[in-house]
């Protein structure tokens, strides 16, 4: 649980963050991290109109420079984006000037005044100082469909365990991912709509 849901502790060091929406309210928002990416976007968008789901996706700067299209479908669509650096980089291993420019040079080509940092991590001035301009947007469940250990039933079982009223679930718009995206995508949309949840983006 600590894994997937991250432990007390953590929500302290970054007290302003998005962690989990109103939990008054039966409503998920679903997150992709990563992308975008030619081998995983495309399926990812595909089975949210579907569904007729929206999403937030937090992308790589340098991957929206390079496949353009994927993010004009993505906000044409009427998903919402958010910054995730632009080389995906670790605020632990960089400076606050480095990391806090890496950002920029996202935002450069993203537009958003949402962000997330890689890994979930970032050193406390980092967070001080984008906090002033960005809404920084962590998560609620993570559902690690990153890891070579899991597979897409367990991705999937990750939802159904840990999911509730507001919760911020974060999937990864990865290569690493989307293998299991293919099976546990669709089966959570399902089953978050079997038990009436409804869907949110957050609003700037």
């Known amino acids: 649980m600590i894994i997937e849901q991250p432990a007390i502790y953590l929500r302290w060091l970054y007290p302003k963050a998005f962690w ?17 990416i030619p081998e995983s976007t495309p399926f990812i968008l595909d089975t949210l109109r579907h569904y007729g789901v929206k999403a937030t996706f937090f992308m790589v700067g340098d991957n929206v420079r390079k496949y353009p299209d994927l993010f004009r479908r993505i906000v044409d669509e009427g998903h919402q984006i958010g910054n995730h650096t632009h080389n995906h980089i670790s605020g632990f291993r960089h400076t606050l000037h480095d990391y806090c ?9 993203i537009r958003s005044h949402f962000m997330r940092p890689p890994h979930g991590w970032m050193r406390p001035v980092q967070y001080a100082w984008l906090s002033r301009k960005y809404k920084i947007v962590m998560w609620d ?3 690690r ?35 299991k995206l293919r099976t546990a995508l669709p089966q959570s949309i399902e089953w978050l709509k079997e038990q009436q949840y409804e869907f949110k983006i957050f609003r700037s």
Not at 20 to 36: I, N, Q
Not at 101 to 109: C, H, I
């Open 20 to 36: 989990r929406m109103d939990r008054r309210e039966h409503a998920v928002y679903l997150t992709f991290d990563d992308g975008p």
């Open 101 to 109: 420019y890496n950002v920029e040079k996202a935002n450069a080509y």
């Open 141 to 143: 469940l993570v559902t």
């Open 145 to 179: 469909d990153y890891s070579k250990w899991m597979t897409g039933e367990g991705v999937f079982n990750n939802v159904k365990r840990y999911a509730r009223n507001g919760s911020i679930i974060t999937f990864h718009d990865s290569l690493k991912s989307i293998d």
